[in-house]
C-alpha cells in the first residue's frame, strides 16, 4: 500500500501534453502566450477584468498589499485562523498584523469583530491600512458584511483565496471581493503548478503596475533603466502551461471532492464529539480539504490519538492552522479576540481529501476515526 497524501497534486495527459507544448515551443522565460492565456482564462473564470500571473501566492499577498498603499507602521487586520503565508506579507512592507479572531458558524474571520475593530479605530484615528480576509479550507467568508465595513471607512479590502479556487458567495466567485484578489497553485492547492500564484483585479492599471514590479521594476528603456525596487515574482511560461491544463480540469476536481466531503460526512454521522467544519449557507465551498474537531470529553480519543494512528497507517492528516496570535513569530502583534481559532486548534484535523483519493483509501481513514472513537 502507497501512502495517503493530504491533499496531492494530480496531473495527466493533459498536464503532460501542454507543458510539452510549451517546451518545445522554447518559450522557457518568465513571459510568453502560456502566461497571457492562462492569465485571461483565470480573470474569466474568477470574473474579474484582470489576473497576474506569479511565482507564488505569497509574492501575490505582498504585491496586493503594496499596491493598495500598506507601508511600513501600517496596521492590516488578519485573521488569525489561517496559514502564516498571509501575515508574512504584513511584514514583508514593513506594517504590524492585527489578528481577529473567527467565527465560530464558519470558522473564517469573524465580520462583527472587524466591523467593530474598524469603528473603535476610526474613532482613535488609527484605521488600519487594509483588511486581510482568508476563504479557509476553500469556504468563502461572510462578504456582504465585511464589504459593508470596509467600505463605510475606507479601508481596502485583500481577498486571500489561496485555498479557495471555484468556492462562491452568494453565486459570485471567492477571490473577487476585494480590491484585489490572491490565489496559489502551490503542490497541494485544488490545482497546482508545482509553485506559482495569481492576483487578481478589476484595474487594468492596478494589474500592469502589478507586472512592472513584478518583474524587476524595469523602465522602457532599450537598457535596464530602475527607478523603483521591484520583485522577481513571474510565472514561468512552462508553469503556466500546467496551470492551463489544471484550470481546465478544476470542475471535475470540485465535483470529486465534494463528494470525498460527503462521504466522510456520512460515514462519520453521529459518531460522538466529532463535528465537522461548519458550512455556511452564503455560498458553495471547493471543498479543498475536509476538516472535523474531535471533542474528548465526547468522543473517548482526541486529535493527537487519531492523527498518530493515522499516521501508523501511512495516513497523512493534519492539525488544522495554528492561530498566528499563538504563534512565536508574532508574539508582540495585537489580537482581536482569538478563543474560538484556539478552541477549533486544539481539537481541530484536517482529512486527506486530494481529488484523485480512492474509496477503498478513505474508507481506511473512516475505519481508524471509527476505531477509536465511542459508539
Ligand atoms: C497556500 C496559502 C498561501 C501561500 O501560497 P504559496 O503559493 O504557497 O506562496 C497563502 N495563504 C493561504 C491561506 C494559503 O493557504
Redesign the pocket.
Known sequence: MTRVYLSPPEVGADERRMLLEAFDSNWIAPLGPDVDAFEEEFAARVGVGHAVALS???AA?HLALLLVGVGAGDDVLVPSF??V??ANAVLYRGATPVFVDSAAGTWTVDPALVAAELDRRAAAGRLPAAVVT?DLYGQSCDYDPLVAACERHGVPLVE?A??ALGATYRGRAAGSFGRMGVF???GN?IITTS???MLVTASAEEADRARYLATQAREPFPHYEHTTLGYNYRLSNLLAALGRAQLAGLDSRITRRRAIDARYREALDGVPGIAFMPVAAYGEPNHWLTCVTIDPALSGTDRETVRLALEAEDIESRPTWKPLHLQPLFADSPVVGGAVCAGIFDHGLCLPTGSALSEADQARVVGTVRGLARG
Request: charged share 15%.
Open positions: 507564488s501566492g505569497t499577498l489561517t496559514f503565508a498571509t482568508v486571500d489561496a485555498e496559489s497553485f502551490n492547492k509553485g506559482g500564484g
